[in-house]
């Protein structure tokens, strides 16, 4: 029997092309995109992994991982995203998310990620601190993950106008980072 990959993202392209790629390698696959889609595949059907996006249109990547790991507490789980934090990479960790890769990425790169059971002790650690817009990409991130996405509250939260918010947060980060590996 093959292994099987549960791919979660709201864009069907990506998710068509890692299938066809996954299965080219003997793995059987599933696809959703949104938070609801995943639970109802998840009640019919079992999963030995996840590529699990950060963000799945409204709904958060952390929450579909925290379904995956209730309904399956064996799952490996890898999220990808384009928009890296440490807040999100913080929170990916303490759910039991073994992997955190930033896009764009490819399958050989996931399924290394998939299979790791070791940390990569020998990751450059950067000789300089993050630039200060970098930083405040970081903080908005953090007060959003403790607003429950609420760009509204976070909004509140920081003393500024949402539409402010929604235009500093969909801005690429400023200090691309490398993958970051997540290991228990």
Request: hydrophobic letters at 40%; charged letters at 25%; aromatic letters at 4%.
């Amino acid at each position: 029997m093959n292994e099987s990959i549960l791919i979660v993202d709201d864009d069907p392209i990506f998710c068509q092309v890692l299938a066809n790629a996954l299965v080219s390698r003997n793995y059987t696959t599933q696809q959703a995109y949104s938070f609801s889609q995943t639970q109802k595949i998840i009640q019919n059907w079992h999963a030995d992994y996840a590529v699990v996006d950060l963000r799945i249109g409204q709904d958060s990547g952390l929450k579909v991982c925290e379904l995956l790991l209730k309904n399956s507490p064996a799952i490996r789980i890898v999220i990808l995203t384009g928009f890296a934090s440490i807040a999100t990479a913080v929170e990916a960790i303490k759910l039991g998310v073994i992997q955190y890769l930033t896009k764009p990425t490819d399958v050989e790169t996931i399924l290394n990620a998939l299979m790791q059971d070791k940390a990569d002790t020998d990751l450059d650690i950067p000789n300089t601190p993050l630039p200060v817009k970098r930083l405040e990409w970081e903080h908005l991130q953090k007060v959003l993950l403790e607003n429950d996405g609420n760009i509204t509250k976070a909004a509140e939260k920081l003393n500024m106008h949402r539409r402010t918010l929604q235009r500093k947060l969909q801005k690429k980060p400023v200090h691309e980072t490398k993958q970051v590996k997540l290991n228990k």
